[in-house]
Structure formats: C-alpha cells, structure tokens
C-alpha cells in the first residue's frame, strides 16, 4: 500500500468525521461541559502541537534555536505583549542563536 491510499484514507475519516458532526443535536453541542471539553482539547492539541515542533527531530530530542525562539515567545506572552510583536521577538531570538552559531 502506497502512502498515498493512507493520505487519503485519513482524508475520508476526517471528512466522515466532520459530516458526523452535523448529527449531534444542537442541546447536546451547548452544554457548559462540551462547551469546557472542547476548549481544553483546543489547548491540549496547541500544546502538544508546540512541543512536537519544537522539541522533536524524528525520533530524536533536538534543542536548538526553536527553544530559544520558544522561550522568547513565553516571556513576550507573560509580559503581555502584543502578538505580532511576539513573533517578531521569537523569530529575531531564533535569528540570533543562529547568527551565534549555537542552533
């Protein structure tokens, strides 16, 4: 089997799961427990998302100038700082490790 039959097998169950959404009674969707499990899997998978991104190289731990920008990214965050100044702080902290050779 190539990998394509697998891409687009995982294609139909995304799509026959969407479909299936559109099942569910709209009372069930608005209750205060969906509504708070669906938030937190929100987050859970952004996390998860994040920390496979920037930790993971195959099957291998790798730190690099993803960390840094990671870290830079965190601090923004706490400090309250705009979003796209964010970026632009994560993406110059990744920039310089580079730059120093230590990523």
Known sequence: MTMWWWILGACAIAFATKGAGYLIP???LESPRITRV???MTIGLLASLVTMNTF???QQLRLDARVAALVVAIVAFALRAPYLLV???GAAAAAVVRILGWG
Do not use: K
Request: no cysteine; glycine share 16%; net charge negative.
């Open 26 to 28: 709209a009372e069930r």
């Open 38 to 40: 669906a938030g937190v």
């Open 56 to 58: 993971a190289d195959g």
């Open 87 to 89: 970026v632009i702080l």
